[in-house]
């Protein structure tokens, strides 16, 4: 086993960083409606955090898999793909 | 006049496949890729099936980047302690032409974009497709940034999540039943110790699917695919049965990968990347929508993929949908008429090739492997088994039949349920 911690694993990939942010999620959605908090343990990432009960992102580590779109079904995630050449860049894939 | 015949959005598999077929019959073609170079964004297991890629580019074994030739595929019933293996070698599957070959994407489908330009299609990365020009419903080009581009056809071959179909009203909103996470890794071994390690010669190369343990009884597998010197290794797993067990794809990963039986085999190896990406797995009932006047959807973005449980397939179904993409657009090109009716023929072309049959085919894989049993009770029925079988005790030996009624009962299976599983599963894999 290599033991490596996710963002230790982020750290050996390379992105080209984006400094606006490509994530956004909606607070309010989260706070009234979700039960589960799925983003928070699905995202292979582990771009989702949650501190003082608000939902933070850290969009630098996204892997653009899409699975938090897919995942959230209060639909609380508002997610696009980076800018053109921004974001990750699989060097094998 | 449109700027170009065909602007296809996307350089994976799909598209490329169908800017290349475009190109080389003359058509003026356009790939827009918002990956730095194609392939920067995309990610597989790794395995190429290289039927149909063969029938588009013949010499494609002798100049694409391919890892091994894989003739050796083993399939893993996995629980916490033990693994059962079916172990198939073929040797048919050694010789030209091969079966399948592992690929690293970012290699792979970069070389199949140098194909196309060499063919003639203009491609043009660092750029994201925001939206899709239309005009009183009907698909006239597209928009990135400021700049609007026409083209007679649009292929949508923007992968899995395609925002393109999504907008020109073709899908709906993800289901989370109809799609997978797929998680992997990429550790790095020296040639010699990976060839030592797992008996290959030359460009051999071996693939295991893993069923039970893997996925800690969420729907999926882990495949594990031998490159030149490295190794890919990752995890599929089915959105909504990963939120429902609330499980976290990276930790699932981790313990696969120190697994007894897992942790030898990548010794000594070092990560060179690890990545992640949603497969589409609803299958033929999930397909939704695959053209409209002026669009046609390819690939991934049309869910075209295939998971039996023992192979997830996609690549080959890319790129058989672009060749169809194109050679519709060929015909649509020589009537002058690019409306839904004559685009209509690429369902028809699919439906007559593998594609649609085969899925056809596994229609009810993606709903059988939801059966829970088939990940958590028999691979523990089939320890039971063999740990009776071969476990020497100081008491007499109970017989083989003996063995495994006991087993049954500790598994938890039913009768009627492994009956009515095993029916299932000859009907539907
Ligand atoms: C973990 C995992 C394991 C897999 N294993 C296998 C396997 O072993 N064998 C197999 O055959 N298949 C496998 N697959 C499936 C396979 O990877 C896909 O089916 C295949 O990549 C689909 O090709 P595509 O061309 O349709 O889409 P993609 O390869 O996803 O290509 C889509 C392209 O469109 C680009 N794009 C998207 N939106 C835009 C936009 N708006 N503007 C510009 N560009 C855009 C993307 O950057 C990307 O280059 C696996 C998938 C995963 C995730």
Redesign the interface.
Known sequence: MNGLSVPEKLSINKYELDESPHIKVDQEICRKRCQNRVCLFICPAKVYNEQNGELAVDHAGCLECGTCLVACTQKAIDWQYPAGGFGIVYRNG | MSDYDAIVVGAGPAGLAAAYRLAKAGAEVLVIE???YP??????GGLLFGRILRELIPEFPQEAPLERHINRYILTFMTKDSTFNLDFKGQGFSQEPHNGYSV????F?RWLGEKAEEAGATLI????VDSLLMENNVVKGIV?GEEEMTANVVIAADG??S?LAEQAGLRD??N?AN?A???K???GLDRTTLEERFGLTGNEGTEYAMLGYPTKGVSGGAFFYTNAD?ISVGLVMH?DH??SH?????EVL?DF??HPAI?PL?RG??????????VPEGGYNALQKLFTDGLLVVGDAAGLGSNNGFTVRGMDLAIASGIYAADTILEAKAKGDFSAATLASYKKKLEDSFVLKDMKTYAGAAAFMKGDRLFNAYPKLVEGIFTSIYTQQSTPKENLLKSVLKARKESGVTYMSLGSDVWKAVKNL
């Open positions: 918002r990956g730095s392939g920067a964004k995309n990610l597989s690293l994407r970012a290699k489908d990365t660092n750029i994201k990135a899995v999540l925002f909103r993800y989370p799609f996470v797929g998680v890794e990429l550790i490295s959105i990963t939120s609330q499980v976290s794809p990276s981790e990968l120190a942790a990548i190896g070092k990560v060179l990347e690890y990545g992640a990406h949603v």
